[in-house]
């Protein structure tokens, strides 16, 4: 069976602050502030409905990112609590398209993160959830458009995987996966990530670490560099676990 590498794991996460980038965080889970009203310029359904990330909104203070106050994180059907959200100009505020993030006010173990270029043209989005970031969006914006726009998380779970395969731990949760996902100057993202199926540290139960490095070339949409290092495949020891 196929373990599909989505969750991020009790890990201490890798954090690696670009100098190149800002990076702003809208909650640390129990800390920050988590949105708030739109302008009073924006539409009134939108006003109503909708709240502005504070991380999201670029260096010039020209964009940002809206998401929904209320949605449904295990949808059922198609048309259900979908969490539309959008990207906006400000000052005039007005809609420039949607954003496949699936973030809302109300979600589980909610955090939400924007990485943006100095430049304003290119940014990094990631939809925390407890274990795992639920989506990774890097993305360019021209001539107030967005272009190159990629989901990475699913692609750095899928070259893990490979190597999870040829251990063939003991699986008793979804596998964990925990890192960093930052611009550089040259605004390509930098990926660091460890991966492990003993997310609890539970000794004595054959796991399984291994460690992600890459360099995404958003204008590109290629990978430039992305190395896979097995860390352990054996049973769990208590020394394996986080200091």
Known sequence: MRVVLVVIS????????????????????????????????????????????????????KLALIYPKEGDEFQTEPESGTA??????LDPFRILGPLPVGYFENINHKGLSVN????????VIVNQGKWSPRCVI?????????????????????????????CEPEDFMEIALSGSWKLNAKNQVIVKCVSDSNGKGIPGTKSWRARFEGIWSVAEEKWLHKKVTAVFCRNYRDSDLPK
Do not use: C, M
Not at 84 to 89: G, M, S
């Open 138 to 166: 890097a993305f360019e914006v021209k001539q107030g458009q967005i272009v190159h726009q990629r989901e990475l998380s699913q692609a750095v779970s899928d070259f893990l995987q490979v190597d999870y395969n040829k």
């Open 84 to 89: 539309d959200n959008y990207r906006v100009a």
């Open 10 to 61: 009790v890990l201490a996460s890798i954090s690696l602050q670009s100098k190149t980038g800002i990076g702003a965080q809208d909650s640390d889970f129990t800390v920050g502030v988590f949105g708030r009203e739109l302008p009073a310029d924006a539409p009134t359904e939108y006003r109503e409905d909708y709240l502005l990330a504070p991380s999201s909104i670029s260096p010039n203070k």
């Open 116 to 123: 943006w270029a100095k430049d304003n043209s290119t940014a």
